[in-house]
């Protein structure tokens, strides 16, 4: 059973990227960028829109590739496939896909 009071009960993930985030990115790339700068980037015209949709594919790969993996779900008769270790999720390049995103993120 699970129980509703404990804190890491969640029925949504919420991710975000901040300045800071935007400040430390800047610094292991090798690039300075004060925090007018980081906030001027990050309110640029679509591109909160674009990150949204990027974390919610990578998102819903890394959910994905972990439900594959995992024992005890009911499968309807599929065969389970192989588990696959989860991306490192500070690992800058994008995650491949072999597949399309099933939802529209726009």
């Known amino acids: 059973m699970i129980d509703l009071k404990k804190k ?13 985030h935007m400040l430390q990115f800047a610094r292991e790339l090798g690039t ?13 015209p679509g ?7 990027h974390m919610m594919q990578a ?11 995992s024992t005890g779900l009911h ?3 599929r065969v389970a496939a192989k588990p696959v270790a989860p991306p490192n999720p500070l690992h800058r390049k994008a995650m ?3 597949q399309p995103a099933s939802v529209l993120y726009q």
Do not use: D, H
Request: net charge negative.
């Open 96 to 98: 491949p896909s072999s």
């Open 75 to 77: 499968t309807a008769g």
């Open 32 to 44: 300075t960028m004060n925090t007018a700068e980081a906030a001027e980037f990050l309110n640029q």
């Open 59 to 69: 998102g819903e790969e890394f959910l994905k590739s972990n439900l594959a993996g």
């Open 8 to 20: 890491c009960w969640r029925e949504k993930v919420t991710a975000e990227i901040t300045v800071a």
């Open 47 to 53: 591109r909160a829109q674009a990150v949204w949709i």
